[in-house]
């Protein structure tokens, strides 16, 4: 069983939806719980992160953390076609050196 | 220049060459990585440094040679690849690598590396 479970898409969405981009993981050490959004031809970003469980909003973007189902969840509101790219998870454990664990990534096509 | 910049951004490259991606960090990090990223796989860890010492190897074949001559270069030495080692080349740096913090990733653009 892989430590983070990812579907990779690609996922197609008109201009306006809500997407729902999500992962599972089978770790429970894991508390550091990342998005990273990956454009094409760049390297990926730190969207966002939440620790341990519970929400965390920026803006049109809501990470969702479910440490009893380990799955985390992010959703984008009013999906732009700059939203466009690849969302990777990521995860990690605290405390002195941790890897960090990334999902395959879910392409995301928003349509005008 | 300001982040991670990796050079070159595309490398073909036959069996037997030898050839070398560079990477620099103008963030002030103590660590830097490198990770290999192929379609549908989820990224591979390569190497890590922190202060220029190697703290992990991830079971890397040898026709991988990592160099961190200090802690704003990384070098990833080539030799004698295989036709799957094709993939986006991805540096990162962070502040450390011990912090008990989310010690965020920054990565470079990568270097798409095809073998012939």
């Known amino acids: 069983q892989k430590e983070v479970e990812q579907d990779p898409g690609p996922l197609s969405v008109p201009e306006g939806a809500i997407v729902s981009l999500n992962c599972t993981y089978s770790?429970?050490?894991?508390?550091?719980f990342m998005w990273y959004r990956q454009y094409s031809r760049k390297g990926p970003e730190l969207l966002m992160y939440?620790?341990?469980?519970g929400n965390k909003e920026d803006g049109r973007f809501t990470a969702q953390v479910d440490k009893s189902s380990k799955y985390i969840s992010l959703f984008i509101r009013d999906s732009q076609p700059s939203d466009s790219a690849t969302y990777l998870c990521?995860?990690?454990?605290?405390?002195?050196?941790?890897?960090?664990?990334f999902g395959t990534g879910t392409k995301l096509q928003v349509i005008p | 220049e300001t982040g991670v910049t990796q050079t070159p951004r595309h490398l073909v490259m036959g069996m037997t060459n030898k050839k070398s991606l560079k990477c620099e960090q103008h963030?002030?990090?103590?660590?830097m990585y490198w990770y290999k990223q192929s379609a549908k796989k989820p990224l591979e860890l390569m190497f890590v440094?922190?202060?220029?010492?190697?703290?992990e190897n991830n079971s890397v074949p040898s026709r991988f040679s990592p160099e961190c001559p200090n802690s704003s270069h990384l070098f990833l030495h080539l030799h004698t690849l295989q036709p799957e080692d094709s993939a986006l080349y991805l540096c990162?740096?962070?502040?450390?690598?011990?912090?008990?913090?989310?010690?965020?990733?920054?990565f470079g653009p990568g270097t798409r590396l095809t073998v012939l």
């Open positions: 990162a740096s962070s502040q450390s690598t011990t912090s008990t913090d989310l010690n965020e990733q920054f």
């Open positions: 770790n429970s050490a894991f508390q550091y």
């Open positions: 939440t620790y341990s469980s």
């Open positions: 990521a995860m990690k454990a605290s405390g002195g050196y941790q890897k960090v664990t």
């Open positions: 963030l002030g990090h103590n660590a």
């Open positions: 440094y922190s202060l220029e010492e190697r703290v």
